[in-house]
T-cell receptor
Framework: KNEVEQSPQNLTAQEGEFITINCSYS?????LHWLQQHPGGGIVSLFM???GKKKHGRLIATINIQEKHSSLHITASHPRDSAVYICAVPQETSGSRLTFGEGTQLTVNP | GAGVSQSPSNKVTEKGKDVELRCDPI?????LYWYRQSLGQGLEFLIYFQGNSAPDKSGLPSDRFSAERTGGSVSTLTIQRTQQEDSAVYLC???????????FGPGTRLTVL
């Protein structure tokens, strides 16, 4: 069964700073998800990636399959980016049920 | 509808009562998942439906929990004889085909008094 570790658990930044959140997992996977959870609990899928890098606006996600590691970057951070960011991977190599990291609480101060 | 919807958005119930939570997946999505997020905890898998196959119930925490998916679309998660530890946000997600991303609903916040 896959184990997922995220770091840091909590992150406070000033508006405009470059943010990096890391995710490591233990079992080879087909794809990794980055999710965003705002206060109130709603979850939005940010990225699903299986190799290389994806970019959406100020968000960039990278994955290194060999090292079983992914990073989520936020450029020019803004207070509205404040949320919990969650990494998720399949529980087993070939499955689609997800197992989730504990999440990173990001607070961006103006 | 454009996304996954869930109802109710909030549910407060008394210990021992039964509750039903509903999920409407994205039209045409064959896979549907239920997850739970207890206060201060990470998300955990509960149950997974894929097409007409028997559901994967391996994540259900007790036999008080059950779920069904009628007509391959709408799903209902039922919790019988609710306990205070059942208080959590219950999230539903749907997926179109293998390796496609899961789309999450807004969740139902359940509070058991």
């Amino acid at each position: 069964k896959n184990e997922v570790e995220q770091s840091p658990q909590n992150l406070t930044a000033q508006e405009g700073e470059f943010i990096t959140i890391n995710c490591s997992y233990s079992v080879g996977i087909s794809a990794l998800h980055w999710l965003q959870q705002h206060p109130g609990g709603g979850i939005v899928s940010l990225f699903m990636l299986s190799s290389g890098k994806k970019k959406h606006g100020r968000l960039i996600a990278t994955i290194n399959i060999q090292e079983k590691h992914s990073s989520l970057h936020i450029t020019a951070s803004h207070p509205r980016d404040s949320a919990v960011y969650i990494c998720a991977v399949p529980q087993e190599t070939s499955g689609s049920r997800l197992t989730f990291g504990e999440g990173t609480q990001l607070t961006v101060n103006p | 509808g454009a996304g996954v919807s869930q109802s109710p958005s909030n549910k407060v119930t008394e210990k021992g009562k039964d509750v039903e939570l509903r999920c409407d997946p994205i039209s045409g999505h064959t896979a549907l998942y239920w997850y739970r997020q207890s206060l201060g905890q990470g998300l955990e898998f509960l149950i997974y439906f894929q097409g007409n196959s028997a559901p994967d119930k391996s994540g259900l925490p007790s036999d008080r929990f059950s779920a069904e998916r009628t007509g391959g679309s709408v799903s209902t998660l039922t919790i019988q004889r609710t306990q205070q530890e059942d208080s959590a946000v219950y999230l539903c997600a749907s997926r179109g085909s293998s390796y496609n991303e899961q789309f999450f609903g807004p969740g139902t916040r359940l509070t058991v008094l």
